[in-house]
């Protein structure tokens, strides 16, 4: 049998048939939809360095991302919840629930208490969960897709939370900037114990021998970024809530002997590249090892040790200051 032409198919009306039905597949436009964004838990010891505010305000800029939950990490659980809090209600995302975390290892406040010294935590027009680990436990196993937790910070309530339901490492996966494998601070070419691990060695070896898919930025790769120059300057000039609230917080971090720098250049952004590795790899060359956090809090390639992705190099960190000052930057719906 001799096949159809393609103008016989056109004549009986077949070819725009099957046109119309691929058309209808596709959103007006003619694009590919978005993915829709990931459910995300944000766990952090932000008032301690400034660049958990800077990673805070570009979580809440990434449409890549729907934040559950916030929940302040390694003690100072007031002082944390309530930089928390405000920020959220600076930014205008009040719907985003605060978690206070657990009263460990570190009391008091910190370097930014200024910018919260009158915030009343009981006027948050969000939710707030004095229990945040039970909190982060419930949103997980309620959740109908997979929940990412993204760490930044030493980490005593995620371990918690697998300790009290070890079954949220099947709903969820963990990214987290911890460790240091081939590089460390200052990328001088010998790995460090870096401070998020060797802040409370159990709780960070405990969180990344679940059972869960992990994946981190150590200092390999974070300790390399911050923003200088035009990046900086749109940044530090933008009229948005979100990075008015982080340069007000910038400036009270470094103090009065340091205001020169603030009109410069950031401080160095190590958070802000795991909370990137939450939705894409693309800046990143990635490698999967196998790690162990030893007593000492280093983290030591090890052969039978859990895999673990490792952001070990940048394919292209200018154009991750670009992005980052560019999402910053710009203006939401």
Known sequence: MKPLSFFHLLRTGLVLSLGCGLIGLLPAGGHAAAPPPKPVILDTDIGDDIDDT???????????????????????????AKLIAKFL????????????????????????????KDYNLNRYPGRVYPDGVQAMIDLIMSSPEPVTVIGIGPLPNVAEALRRQPAIAQKAR?????GSVYRGYGNKPKPDAEYNVH????????????AWPVTIT???????????GEDYARVRDARNPICRAIME?????????????????????????????????ELLEMKTLPLRVNDKGFTVVEPGAKKISAAIRWRDLRAFDRFLADRLTKPRP
């Open 54 to 80: 800077w990673a805070l305000g570009l979580l809440l800029q990434s449409p890549e991302f729907d934040v559950r939950l916030v929940v302040g990490d390694q003690g100072k659980n007031l002082y944390r």
């Open 89 to 116: 209600e600076r930014a205008g995302r009040t719907d985003i629930p605060v978690g206070m975390g657990l009263d460990v290892n570190v009391t008091g406040d910190g370097r930014q208490a200024a910018w919260v």
């Open 174 to 178: 963990f990214v987290g900037m911890h």
């Open 199 to 210: 802040a409370d060695v159990p709780a960070c070896r405990a969180v990344l021998s679940a």
């Open 218 to 228: 150590p200092l390999d790769t974070c300790g390399l970024v911050f923003l200088t």
């Open 249 to 281: 917080n910038y400036r009270i971090w470094l103090g009065s002997k340091h205001q020169d720098q603030a009109e410069r250049q950031s401080s160095t952004l190590f958070d802000t590249v795991a909370v990137y590795l939450g939705f894409s790899e």
